[in-house]
């Protein structure tokens, strides 16, 4: 199977993230990337596709945020990373505001997904890697591996949370869209819900999404993902979502994906993307799942036997020593 990935992706690398009401170390390290490309042999470098098929999926003025926020961070006679602190979560009037900080506020939803000088560079590589892999499959490969890095999941069309920036996964599946895949399903099996997956095709009746994951009654990120989300307007139907609670192990997880994956049948996709998150194994350190290695190539054969045109992106997976194994078992078993 094809890899991509950029080493731009590497340069993100917060110190600090504000987590269970203290600062601890960022968790989304590159170390993560390093292990899985070594495990995996190596990547090829993606082309640069510009800046046109990410502003399909994010507003202008987002991605002109991230990349002015640590100037403006500086500017304000800040030191460190650019971590918001006010949110406005209701009644949010459409203000045009400078402050850093009110920007911060904006266009973040929690205080774990810090802007550093390196941001913006590093989840424009990113998006790239991604595109670079679904242009590979839209060319004739049967599959192939976005190595992203930074992840993409959580964050919308403007916003940045769960150390997502850029959502990868939403710029895959709108890059297929536009080269003329009429309908596209994206499966996330990340531990934790993809909301800002969620959010930016709720309405579209042209893009199925289908999450299993934690509760979001007991785990990140709480607003979204239970199940009685479906879907608004043109795209009422289009979103299932399959929360599970923490301890679950391989054999409910399987029969969760099974439901999604006859649930996506039932759509028809020409395409499908797959947000992969091996943040699902026994003993990561922010999850709750009990899952094994070995697991992840049989969750992949499933869906690998669906024969669907399959771009796979990395989401999470914060068990830094054991995140390559887990990569190569769901790349071997696909």
């Known amino acids: 199977m094809r890899a991509f990935f950029h080493p731009d992706q590497l340069r993100h690398a917060p110190a600090l993230e504000l987590h269970n009401g203290g600062f601890t170390d960022y968790a989304e390290v590159p170390a993560r990337a390093e292990m899985i490309l070594a495990a995996i042999g190596g990547a090829e470098l993606p082309a640069d596709r510009g800046e046109a098929p990410i502003l399909r999926v994010h507003d202008a003025d987002y991605c002109r945020f991230l990349r ?11 030191t460190g ?18 402050r850093i900080d009110a920007l911060l506020g904006r266009h973040g939803f929690d205080a774990t997904t810090p802007i550093t000088a390196d941001t913006w560079n590093s989840a424009y590589a990113s998006a ?29 069309a403007d916003y940045c949370g769960g150390y997502c920036h850029l959502n990868v996964a939403a710029i895959a599946a709108q890059a297929a869209r536009d080269a003329g895949r009429a309908r596209v399903a994206i499966l996330d099996i990340d531990y934790h819900h993809g909301n800002g997956t969620q959010d930016i095709f709720y309405d579209r009746a042209d893009v199925f999404y289908a999450s299993v994951h934690a509760d979001p009654a007991s785990d990140y990120p709480f607003y979204w993902g239970h199940a009685d989300e479906r879907g608004e307007g043109e795209g009422t139907g289009t979103t299932l979502n399959l929360p ?3 301890g679950t192990d391989v054999d409910a997880f399987r029969a969760a994906q099974a439901k999604v994956l006859d649930a996506i049948a039932a759509f028809a996709p020409d395409f499908l993307i797959v947000s992969f998150g091996a943040d699902t194994r ?9 899952l094994t290695t070995a697991d992840y190539a049989l969750l992949a054969a499933d869906i690998a036997a669906r024969g669907w045109p ?9 068990a830094v020593d054991a995140l390559g194994a887990n990569v190569v078992s769901f790349l071997s078993g696909f």
Do not use: K, N
Not at 86 to 92: D, E, K, S, T
Not at 282 to 290: L, Q, T, V, Y
Not at 310 to 318: C, D, F, Q
């Open 68 to 78: 002015e926020a640590p100037a403006l961070w500086r500017a304000a006679g800040r």
């Open 81 to 98: 990373e650019a971590i918001p602190y006010a949110f406005p979560i209701v009644g949010r009037r459409p203000l045009r505001l400078d």
């Open 128 to 156: 790239q890697t991604a595109l670079a892999a679904t242009h590979a499959v839209l060319c004739g490969e049967r599959a192939a591996f976005a190595l992203c890095r930074p992840p993409g999941h959580h964050a919308g």
């Open 244 to 246: 599970l609670p923490q």
């Open 282 to 290: 026994e003993g990561d350190p922010i999850s709750r799942f009990r």
């Open 310 to 318: 399959t771009t796979i992106v990395m989401e999470g997976g914060y």
